[in-house]
């Protein structure tokens, strides 16, 4: 059974730090590129940040450039998401999401339930 649990939100205050973490199981995690995603009431899902499966190669959204690292470790089936200088537009429900290209056209793609940060003071 595919699992990809989330965890770390909650509420801090601008300027602050958090950080969250993912943890998988139930496929072969290291042959997967990982990613964070967040969506706010009202908007469409973003993509946050992403990081190759070797975790030789990561990628942010302009929007969160400087202000958050990407980070995996295979070992422990675990991706994290560390964040600082928090701002109150970062507030949303990040999701972790696992996908595996399998061709020119098919990809495997599993996401977690979410984990709600909350940037206010």
């Known amino acids: 059974q595919v699992q990809l649990v989330e965890s770390g939100g909650g509420l801090v205050q601008p300027g602050g730090s958090l950080t969250l973490s993912c943890v998988a199981s139930?496929?072969?995690?290291?042959?997967?590129?990982m990613s964070w995603y967040r969506q706010a009431p009202g908007k469409e899902r973003e993509l946050v940040a992403a990081i190759s499966s070797a975790g030789s190669s990561t990628n942010y959204a302009d929007s969160v450039k400087g202000r958050i690292t990407m980070s995996r470790d295979n070992a422990k089936n675990t991706v994290a998401l560390s964040m600082n200088s928090l701002k109150p537009e970062d507030t949303a429900t990040y999701y972790c999401?696992?996908?595996?290209?399998?061709?020119?056209?098919?990809?495997?793609?599993?996401w977690g339930q979410g984990t709600q940060v909350t940037v206010s003071s």
């Open positions: 139930g496929f072969i995690f290291s042959t997967y590129a």
């Open positions: 999401n696992a996908k595996r290209v399998l061709g020119s056209s098919a990809s495997i793609t599993y």
